[in-house]
T-cell receptor, first 112, second 118 residues
Framework: SQKIEQNSEALNIQEGKTATLTCNYT??????LQWYRQDPGRGPVFLLL?????KEKRKERLKVTFDTTLKQSLFHITASQPADSATYLC???????????FGTGTRLQVTL | EPEVTQTPSHQVTQMGQEVILRCVPI?????FYWYRQILGQKVEFLVS????????KSEIFDDQFSVERPDGSNFTLKIRSTKLEDSAMYFC????????????????FGPGTRLTVL
């Protein structure tokens, strides 16, 4: 069956370090992979989209990689700040339809 | 900045009752969605709506669920006879729908309606 897994339930890092979050998928051929941020009690907020033929995408302190051979995406936040503390969700889309399939999310806690 | 709005923020209902969750998508968007998130679980797709009809729906979206765009601004989700397991946060989302592939559209999510079924 199709599965999207994100690493560990919670990731604790120190301010200023780089946070690396993982998204692995099985039995899926996504055309697009998206990363969202979700704060408690709020809706997901779009961060980045990467296409299957792209290896890497950057936006300010954020970087996403997409390896369709490994069936994995890595999401990096450099120079992390306490304000980056949130749950980060990866979501896949096949490209032929609009539906997003979300992973379970990784809760990131950035401490001083 | 335009945003998706949802009402009410919290709805409490008795099992077996009908509920209508309301959403106002971003005004120039053409695709509308409903997702739900049971507490502590992942966000799950329910249905997408385009050009006044359902574009895609998940297995969760059974005959108890329906969607409607009753006017030019609102988008509603109706649950006909609520069950305990329908308790969840329900998110409405919208996207421009102008991309060549709908998968490239950024989906903008509302703040959610927390539905509690007693």
């Amino acid at each position: 069956s199709q599965k999207i897994e994100q690493n560990s339930e919670a990731l604790n890092i120190q301010e200023g370090k780089t946070a690396t979050l993982t998204c692995n998928y099985t039995n899926y051929s996504p055309a697009y992979l998206q990363w969202y941020r979700q704060d408690p009690g709020r809706g997901p907020v779009f961060l980045l989209l990467i296409r299957e033929n792209e290896k890497e995408k950057r936006k300010e302190r954020l970087k996403v990689t997409f390896d369709t051979t490994l069936k994995q995406s890595l999401f990096h936040i450099t120079a992390s700040q306490p304000a980056d503390s949130a749950t980060y969700l990866c979501a896949l889309n096949t490209g032929t339809a609009s539906k997003l399939t979300f992973g379970t999310g990784t809760r990131l806690q950035v401490t001083l | 900045e335009p945003e998706v709005t949802q009402t009410p923020s919290h709805q409490v209902t008795q099992m077996g009752q009908e509920v209508i969750l309301r959403c106002v998508p971003i005004s120039n968007h053409l695709y509308f969605y409903w997702y739900r998130q049971i507490l502590g679980q992942k966000v799950e797709f329910l249905v997408s709506f385009y050009n006044n009809e359902i574009s895609e729906k998940s297995e969760i979206f059974d005959d108890q669920f329906s969607v409607e765009r009753p006017d030019g601004s609102n988008f509603t989700l109706k649950i006909r006879s609520t069950k305990l397991e329908d308790s969840a946060m329900y998110f409405c989302a919208s996207s421009e729908g102008t991309g060549f592939h709908p998968g490239t559209d950024t989906q903008y999510f509302g703040p959610g309606t927390r539905l509690t079924v007693l």
